[in-house]
Every structure is written in structure tokens, then in C-alpha cells.
């Protein structure tokens, strides 16, 4: 974008921005987010845009992981046991911890047991009276297998509760201590069955959690209260009010002109300007994630790996490092960052070579090209922060051997939607982390689980690949974890379902009046110890 036509959309912004201060609530924060959230409920997702605007704001787990010390941390338990052939977790839980009260729901009681029961057994039983609104979809656990892993969850006392797995599973732990694993209100639950109203569940939610909802408006604002019983800590603001705007440009316009007191995923080539600033900070913070270009291997051509490889070879990296990245990332050499504990750099990763991608192609049987479809996705995120740059880039590199592309789009919530169903011939897209743990990219991503719910954009479900990781989840002993997962990095590079891009840098704009914004190294963001000076 011209520095001309930046600054018209700071001067239209700058007339309605004395307005919105106006309205702007002195205790409250504005953080300025880049898509309408998918529901209210990160069970029922995993997009990192919704998963940023609800779960560490509106909910608690029962454990967290220390982002420092890959240790796990009590939330609402307060402590666990697990029995020696570990198929049984028991944990002991908080007392004295108070649901939201809302303009729709009134608790009568505090957290317990009852609550753990409902909120994982909604996942795995069809015959919970919840388990199929929305859809019964609940892409994390069905991708990761948890659905199948619990056999039972017993109610031991109030405050104590039970989980029997089928089999022992070195993830088990780290999984329940996801983003994806908030708690829910068996009692509101209960409230809304009564009225028959179940979709309330997910859309107007009720949680632990440091914020409560208030009101959403779609493409405008979504308006969180404090919770003023917040069981953890006391929470500094009075008000969370999310700008809706998916626009890049618009969105650092609304920071420049203090329209936002926070935003996310700033472009790299946006970075000097906001750092020009001297009440505007900008953090740029490590994360586990990768970018990728994943190819629909139930799709003529692309069920052929030797085709998948020569487009491999037949688009230059390191042009989208530069132009991209602006060298703000790293090249991935596996399906794995290279801060996994079990990474391993791949030797056999496709390097920059059209004139072999032209004897794959010719080999593969394609004398005269073929056209195609390339997904890019509409919004800027931490694995890819232009996709619409990359595709461009990568048509231009495949017109050299004969392909022509068709870039694209759709609006993000439509995109990821006909993504599930496989629409597309190849898509740009990433993962960021939920755990340290490295089945967080294996199975969500190219499990036979994940293909079948929509989330293996490669859609590539191979038995061999599968038994790796479960004999990988079989253990716990870091040797041997680590040697299937060098057996699973190599098979995914050999096949190449889809090729990893690059890792990148969470980067985070906001005000010098603002503190205490949480950004991990996996998960999403947390406001609850945000405050302005």
C-alpha cells in the first residue's frame, strides 16, 4: 500500500476517532481484532482469531502449562493424580470459584465436579443432550483422538473427579490444558435445556473466567464486563471491548490515531511505522507455529506425490522469506519448528529447482501444465503474515513450468468453512501450538481423525503415519517419543501431503498506557492482567 493512500485512511479515521474517545470508557480497553469471532465456545473451533477473543478472557482450565518450563500449573484444580499404568487422572478441584453472573443467567451455586462431568462429556457422548448442538463438531479433540481416548468421567465427590482413558496417553495432560479445554456451567447448561434454547450455550457463554459477556454486534464490537468475583486475582478493567476489523490497514490506522489500545498481527511492513511512535509499542514475541501450502492429495493431480514435489521444487523459498517475512521468520526444514524438543531437520526438503520440477511433472505423466486453484487466506497471522503476497509469488513461480494459478479468496469465517469440505485444490494456511508437545502438529494437522472432521487441509489420511503417533503416544520416555517423530518428520517429507513455509513472530501492537498483555509462546492471548496507567 502507497504511504498515499495510508494516510487518506488515517485522515477518514481521524474524524470519527474524537467520537469514539468520547465513548470510551476510561477504565475500559479497546483491542482491535481481525475477524468476528465463530462462536463464543473454543471447544467448537480452532481458529486462533477466536480462540485470542475468548477462552483466557472468558473461561478457566484445569490446568495451564508454565510457557518457561513446559511444567504444568493448577488452575481450577488444585492438584492431580495419576495411577500407575496411567489410564486414570484424578483431580482434586478449586472450591469458592464463582460462574458469571449475567443479564441472562443468575448461578446459584460455585464451580464443581458436575461441571467437569458436562463439559468433556458434551464431547465424546452422543447421548449428552448437548453433544450434537452446533453440529457435534469439536475439531481439536476429534483431530487428537480425545473423543475415543476418555472411557468414562466419574463425579467422585463435589470436588473431585476421575477420568478413565482406554489406553495411557503421554499427551493426555497437555491436552486438557489447551485453550481448547475451558469449563462450562452444568447448571446454565441445565437452565437453557429447560427453556429449550441449547444454542445459547455457545453464543451467549457463561464461564469463570476474568471477563464476562455483555453484548456482541457482528462486523462492530463484541463487549466484555469484569467478572468483580474473579476468583484468581483482581481484574483491572471494567471494560474489554473488541473493534471488529478484518482490514490490516484499517486496523493500524485506528492504533495511529488511538482509535485501538491494542492490536494484533501487525505486517512486517507495517512494523517502522508503528515503531516510529513513541506512545505506540510493539512486541514481537517467539512462537511454535508453522506456515504451510498443503495440497488436496484426494485431488487429480495432486494424489501423485511426485507432482506435490515438483511444486515443491518449482517455487523459490527464499523469495518468500524476503518479500513475506521480511526476513521476520524462519525457513522450516520439517513439520516441526526448530524449537520442538523433537524436531530433526529433513535432508531430503525440496529445494529451488524448476528444471527438476519439470522431469517430476514429466514423469508424473503432465507434458503440457495444468491449471489449478491456490486458497490464500484473507487475513494476516503469526505463521503467514501476507498470503495473498505468497500466492502471487507462487503463481508467478509455477506460470516458469507450465501451471497457471487461480488465486482464492473468500471472507475468513466462509474460507475456513469450504476448507472443511475440501473444496479447494491447494491452500496456504498454518498451525500455531496449543502445547509444547509435538502430537500438537502432528495429529491435528494430518491425522486420519483430522481429514475426516475437515481440519487435514491436505486431506491426507495414511494408517502407517497414524500408528506412528500412537505408538509415540504410547510412552513417555523422551528417547523413544522423540525417534517415532523422526520417523513421522520424514515420512511427511517424503509424501509431502504438504510442505512447510516458514515459522513466524507473533507480533502485537499497543499503546505504552497499556501492561500485563499475555503472549505466549503457544496459545492464545490473555487480557486478564491488562491494565492502563
Not at 472432521?453 to 504410547?474: H, Q, R, T, V, Y
Amino acid at each position: 500500500m502507497s504511504k498515499f493512500i495510508f494516510s487518506i485512511v488515517i485522515i477518514m479515521l481521524t474524524g470519527c476517532s474524537e467520537h469514539a474517545l468520547k465513548n470510551q470508557n476510561s477504565h475500559g480497553l479497546i483491542y482491535c481484532a481481525e475477524a468476528n469471532p465463530v462462536s463464543f465456545n473454543p471447544q467448537i473451533t480452532t481458529l486462533g482469531s477466536t480462540i485470542d477473543l475468548t477462552s483466557n478472557q472468558l473461561y478457566n482450565r484445569l490446568i495451564s502449562i508454565d510457557a518457561n518450563t513446559g511444567k504444568f500449573l493448577p488452575e481450577l484444580a488444585k492438584f492431580w493424580e495419576i495411577s500407575k499404568d496411567r489410564k486414570k487422572i484424578t483431580f482434586e478441584l478449586r472450591q469458592d470459584v464463582q460462574f458469571h453472573q449475567t443479564d441472562y443467567f443468575t448461578p446459584t451455586r460455585n464451580f464443581n465436579a458436575d461441571d467437569v462431568v458436562f463439559t468433556f462429556s458434551r464431547l465424546f457422548d452422543a447421548y449428552n443432550p448437548y453433544h450434537f448442538v452446533g453440529g457435534g463438531q469439536y475439531p481439536y479433540f476429534q483431530s487428537i483422538g480425545l473423543d475415543q481416548l476418555i472411557k468414562s468421567i466419574i463425579k467422585e465427590s463435589d470436588y473431585r473427579v476421575s477420568f478413565e482413558l482406554f489406553d495411557a496417553q503421554s499427551s493426555f495432560l497437555a491436552n486438557i490444558a489447551t485453550d481448547f479445554s475451558v469449563i462450562l456451567s452444568a447448571e446454565y447448561a441445565k437452565n437453557l435445556e429447560i427453556n429449550e434454547t441449547l444454542d445459547n450455550l455457545d453464543n451467549f457463554p457463561v464461564g469463570t473466567g476474568p471477563y464476562k459477556f455483555k453484548d456482541y454486534k457482528r462486523d462492530i464490537l463484541i463487549r466484555y464486563y469484569k467478572h468483580k468475583s474473579y476468583w484468581k486475582h483482581p481484574v483491572e478493567l471494567e471494560q474489554l471491548v473488541y473493534d471488529i476489523t478484518p482490514n490490516s490497514t484499517t486496523r493500524i490506522a485506528k492504533m495511529l490515531t488511538n482509535e485501538c489500545d491494542v492490536t494484533p498481527h501487525p505486517n512486517s511492513s507495517q512494523l517502522s511505522i508503528l515503531a516510529s511512535r513513541n506512545d505506540i509499542k510493539v512486541q514481537k514475541e517467539p512462537n511454535l507455529n508453522i506456515g504451510f501450502w498443503a495440497f488436496n492429495t484426494q485431488k487429480a493431480p495432486f494424489d501423485d506425490s511426485r507432482v506435490r514435489r515438483a511444486l515443491a521444487h518449482a517455487v523459490d523459498i527464499e523469495k518468500i522469506m524476503h518479500a513475506v517475512y521480511l526476513d521476520n521468520g524462519k525457513r522450516l526444514e520439517s513439520i516441526l519448528p526448530n524449537d520442538s524438543w523433537a524436531y530433526q531437520a529433513q535432508v531430503n526438503m525440496p529445494n529451488y529447482n524448476p528444471e527438476l520440477a519439470k522431469r517430476l511433472l514429466q514423469q508424473a505423466g503432465i507434458v503440457e501444465g495444468f491449471k489449478m486453484d491456490l486458497w490464500a487466506m484473507p487475513v494476516a497471522r503469526i505463521y503467514n503474515p501476507n498470503a495473498r503476497k505468497m500466492a502471487e509469488l507462487i503463481q508467478s513461480d509455477l506460470k516458469k513450468i507450465g501451471i497457471t494459478v487461480n488465486i482464492v479468496e473468500y471472507e475468513w469465517n466462509t474460507f475456513i468453512k469450504k476448507l472443511e469440505e475440501h473444496a479447494h485444490d491447494t491452500v496456504l494456511l498454518g498451525w500455531s501450538a496449543d502445547t509444547p508437545d509435538p502430537d500438537n502438529f502432528f495429529s491435528p494437522l494430518l491425522s486420519c481423525a483430522a481429514a475426516l472432521n475437515g481440519k487435514n487441509a491436505a486431506n491426507w489420511c495414511d494408517p502407517e503415519f497414524d500408528l506412528l503417533l500412537s505408538k509415540a503416544l504410547d510412552t513417555i520416555e523422551i528417547e523413544e517419543r522423540k525417534e517415532f517423530y523422526f520417523q513421522a518428520q520424514q515420512m511427511v517429507i517424503q509424501e509431502l501431503p504438504l510442505l512447510p513455509i516458514a515459522q513466524g513472530m507473533r507480533f502485537q501492537a499497543s499503546s505504552t498506557s497499556v501492561e500485563n498483555i499475555e503472549i505466549k509462546s503457544f496459545g492464545g492471548v490473555s487480557l486478564a492482567k491488562a491494565r492502563k496507567l
